[in-house]
């Protein structure tokens, strides 16, 4: 049985806890958070402190909390040669304090505290010093997920950078468009099945085979007018320089 | 038993001969395309030809050509007082030539001639400038897809721009993301779980309430950590504008 310590629970930590307590060949044996009222929402029978200097014994320590954080709270931790990793997919090991083993626990996934995730379909990235420590967090990711990776440091950081691209900015396109359509009395649903599908293409076709539409055809009297018909300077922006990359993109290749 | 013309076998063409040709109710009369390679691909036993002069007798005739030759291709066809519709999410219905009735049956949808298409649950906006015309569309539209909306050529075009930010912009996040992951070894596939879920979670959240990462949380940090890791200077302009776009907009609103 592992015993496991979770540390931080922001959208991240919450859905650990939730996905650990549901499977089995492990326990979460305390949980921390900075403030008490986000403990209050946890079983009470549950082991759980505001005060680092009280952490008891485990085998893994997750810390889930902000980027910022990471280092602060590894150094505070009141023990010494422990396997503590982070869920971060943006920053390094090395960025763990020196006086623990270091470690990586990255779910790939967009968490919102009110949506249930599937975990079995998350992949997990893991990364450790010696390979014992990568067996047990392998072991642990195996029990969440059908998906788990080894990955280092490096490729996570990169890998990152590109579910910024795939995930943040669509969703801020999936935002914009929802802001074109409220002005027009237009129902922001009747482009659900357009999205959905753009995604689930991919199974089928490259992005760059999937791409369609004005900037790839270089249809500069539909760009023209596209731009004349956005008043949001940001939105004019964006659509410049998104359409300019796919006109260069298809140039550069045919 | 309407008769209908196809003018056009390009994606949209295509994927309409083929909707058309497993639902009841209506015969697909004669298929035209400019030339006759496309047309190679059609059942011989069709009436086809590479001449509008030809076009034959037909309840609709829908234009599925590209943008810019709808005008041309309308102001030559060899009849009057005929409905006569396009395709297209851009351009208004009066851009199709006056002698014949206008009207306009557009599929919110991407299409890639490889990809099958349940036309089910493809939204079909139609406009028609009388109503035994709108109903004819209605009838059509409804024997392809269980989502059909009647939309006013203004509300298409700001539909249009909604669509290429939600659909053509968000691929080309989907392509950016695939080159970082390549030139870093690490298998675009990762991703895939949590591009779904991006498109998967509107049905629960709205984009706003979906937007996660730096930019969101203004995290100066990661942003100008990831500017760095950018070598590409198109998607580096990208990145800033849309999260100068994405900090606005929670500024604002916070």
Sequence with gaps: MISIVIIGLGN????????????????????????????????????????????????????????????????????????????????????????????????????????????????????????????????????????????TSEQRKSMHLAAVFANNFTNHMYYIAEQICKENNVPFTILSPLLKETAQKLDSLSPYNAQTGPAKRNDIGTIDRHLKELTNTSYKEIYTAISKSITNTYEKKL
């Design 12 to 151: 991240i930590g919450t859905h650990l806890y939730k996905a650990f307590n549901s499977a089995d060949g492990f326990t979460v044996s305390q949980l921390y958070n900075r403030t008490q009222n986000k403990l209050n929402a946890f079983p009470k029978a549950l082991n759980s402190t505001t005060d680092l200097s009280k952490l008891i014994e485990a085998d893994v320590y997750i810390i889930a909390t902000s980027d910022d954080s990471i280092d602060t709270i590894s150094s505070a931790l009141p023990f010494t040669n422990k396997l503590v990793v982070h869920t971060s997919g943006s920053v390094p090991i090395h960025a763990l304090a020196n006086k623990n083993r270091k470690g990586s626990f990255y779910p790939l996934q967009t968490f919102s505290n009110d949506t249930p995730i599937n975990f079995k379909e998350v992949p997990i990235c893991i990364e450790a010093q010696n390979t014992s420590d990568l067996l047990v967090l392998q072991n642990l990711a195996e029990k969440l997920s059908n998906k788990v990776f080894h990955i």
